[in-house]
């Protein structure tokens, strides 16, 4: 392995292309004027670039960290281990993206996952069999033998909801790839204005097209609590909590809480490999698919600089901005300036708060960042061996590849870890959701060994109203590892290493405001034309020449590239009337 530059604890990033892990830095020099400049190396702000470039502008990228990805990042925790730090899945990359931007060619790959979840029961198996679990995949005859050794009536009703979720899914995809409605053009402008912001009414008359007589079930499934829907689906718990959690995951609700329905829907509409809703691994971590696009980025001219943090965005004379000056006073003047970062981080730490009205900064503080999301990434010399599905001599299994879902078997457990983190303590049982990537990948770690996430809720951001303390942290770590080690006994002793991340580190080391892993809520008030703010949809800001382009903005986290893709298309189209 080549060497890497070693960060704050022993830590060091690296950059991923196919199977080559080394260290990457830019060795172009930083001119002092651009087209355009985009704050933040995270996949939005790596595709904008890309798109930005191609369309005739001069781009340069500007990362704050020493490693490019943002969340989409691979980082050697500990020596010989690899691990997607933060964000650590990938399905909702766009497909025309992957295919403009060949991120193929440029060493991206996929492992596929089948089968996809995996939950085990805490209980003591019947006759010395083992506890009983629901294992869910492409194979829909398994799955209804699975499902069956709960509930036949749920077996059989389980292809008629995979369908159903698929088609609602579906017909979602125009709104994906496409910037919100025009409002504003298509209610007050002049006639030929008018003629030309109705083009954006097209991606919702295709939406609503495709939906048809579903528009009423589309309707009650992102405003309902799931629950309504799942129960009114199926009576067996495992397999109800197991679809619950796809409408909680990163979000602070309950599978009881009105709009958590939409929350499972973003996470079954993503697409890997043209297989619909699948989820897989990314070879050498989720890093690699951000030095994949970057790599596309540099082939059409893009300059990628780590270690250039922006400490302002330069606003003139006239309102618009002209540029922005690094933290050790470099100033880099441009065209226009597309910020990766949060609304709040652009808005509130970026921009000169002159430059905006009162107005516009209350509403700007009134965007919702609660996030319910610890992240523990764990190092250990030993795959972990589930009493629900043993397996010989350390062997990985079918479920190994999964997300394996542990305090998931009932909602009742569910709606409990919520209730504590929304009264401010870390939950007694938390909702772990374990995944094994080195089980596909085996450049991520050791002969033997592995690297394990733990995406866990709920915590919330303040323990009763104080910060967390390393003493929390390592307390909530080992709750968390008491409870994988009822599921897996002798996880804990397989452990060489664990590295936790409670929603201020989320915040401190990525830039995720509050630690939300979407850049801001993914409820029904901050989606579509609300997403960020209602008048503040359409990737553009107060600021003339100042743009939204990550995950904060439409269609929102998770969806990789399309904020991005948007926000170069909003550029362009400004640029070319000027």
């Known amino acids: 392995m080549a060497a890497a530059v070693w960060t704050d604890r022993g830590r060091r990033a690296v950059a991923v292309v196919g199977t080559v892990t080394r260290s990457r830095s830019s060795h172009t020099a930083l001119k002092s004027q651009y087209d355009a400049l985009v704050i933040g190396g995270g996949h939005n702000g790596l595709v904008a670039a890309a798109y930005l470039q191609k369309g005739g502008l001069k781009t340069a990228v500007l990362e704050r960290r020493h490693v490019l990805g943002g969340a989409a990042v691979t980082e050697e925790i500990f020596p010989g281990f690899l691990f997607s730090r933060c964000s650590y899945l990938l399905s909702l990359l766009r497909p025309h993206i992957c295919a403009d931007l060949e991120l193929k060619k440029h060493g991206l790959k996929v492992y596929l996952r089948d089968p996809h979840a995996f939950t085990p029961l805490l209980e003591e198996g019947v006759n010395g069999a083992p506890p009983r679990s629901l294992t869910l995949g492409s194979d829909m005859a398994m799955n209804q033998m699975e499902i069956g050794k709960f509930s036949q009536k749920d077996a059989k009703a389980f292809p008629d909801f995979v369908a159903h979720l698929e088609k609602l899914a579906g017909a979602i995809q125009p709104l994906l790839d496409a910037s919100p409605v025009d409002i504003p053009g298509v209610t007050t402008e002049s006639l030929r204005k008018r003629l030309a912001a109705a083009k954006t009414l097209m991606p919702i008359v295709k939406c609503g097209l495709k939906l048809g007589r579903n528009i009423p079930d589309f309707y009650e499934i ?37 709009g958590s329905g939409y929350v499972l829907l973003h996470h079954v509409m993503g697409e890997l490999e043209k297989e619909k809703g699948a989820w897989g691994y990314v070879e050498g971590g989720m890093g690699g698919v951000s030095q994949a696009i970057a790599s596309s980025a540099r082939s059409y001219g893009v300059d990628i600089f780590t270690e250039k943090d922006v400490g302002q965005v330069l606003v003139g004379s006239d309102g618009a901005a002209k540029g922005v000056v690094l933290k050790d006073g470099t100033e880099i003047h441009s065209k226009v300036v597309l910020s990766n970062a949060t609304p709040h981080v652009t808005f509130k730490n ?6 905006l009205s009162p107005e516009f900064i209350k509403t700007v503080d009134q965007i919702d960042y609660t996030s319910p999301v610890t992240k523990i990434n764990v190092a250990v010399d030993k795959l972990p061996n589930f009493l629900a599905s043993p397996t010989p001599d350390d062997k990985p299994g079918p479920h190994h590849q999964c997300s394996i879902h542990l305090n998931c078997e009932s909602v009742e457990l569910l709606e409990t870890a919520y209730k504590e983190a929304i009264n401010r303590r870390p939950s007694a049982r938390p909702m772990l959701e374990m995944t094994i990537p080195s089980v596909l990948d085996p450049t991520l770690a050791p002969p033997g060994c592995h690297t394990v996430s733990l995406f866990t809720q709920f915590t919330p951001y303040h323990i009763e109203g104080r910060e967390w303390t390393d003493q929390d942290r390592e307390a909530y770590a080992d709750t968390a590892f008491d409870w994988v080690e009822q599921y897996a006994p002798g996880f804990k002793k397989s452990v060489v290493g ?32 609300a997403r960020p703010l209602p008048f503040l949809s359409d990737y553009r800001s107060p600021i003339k020449g100042l743009y939204l382009c990550g995950s904060g903005s439409h269609p929102g986290g998770g969806v990789m590239g399309s904020p991005g893709w948007n926000a170069a298309l909003a550029v362009m189209a400004d640029l070319k009337r000027r």
């Open 222 to 258: 992102i405003t309902a609590p799931i629950m309504k829907i799942l129960n009114r689906w199926f009576e067996s718990e495992p397999l109800r909590a197991t679809l619950a959690t796809d409408a909680v995951i990163g979000a602070m609700t309950s599978p009881s809480n009105p």
């Open 498 to 529: 664990r590295d936790i991340l409670a929603p201020p580190d989320l915040e401190r080391i990525f830039g995720l405001t509050g630690g939300n892993i979407f850049h801001g809520s993914m409820s029904l008030d901050q989606l579509y034309l």
């Open 350 to 355: 970026l921009t000169p708060q002159a430059a």
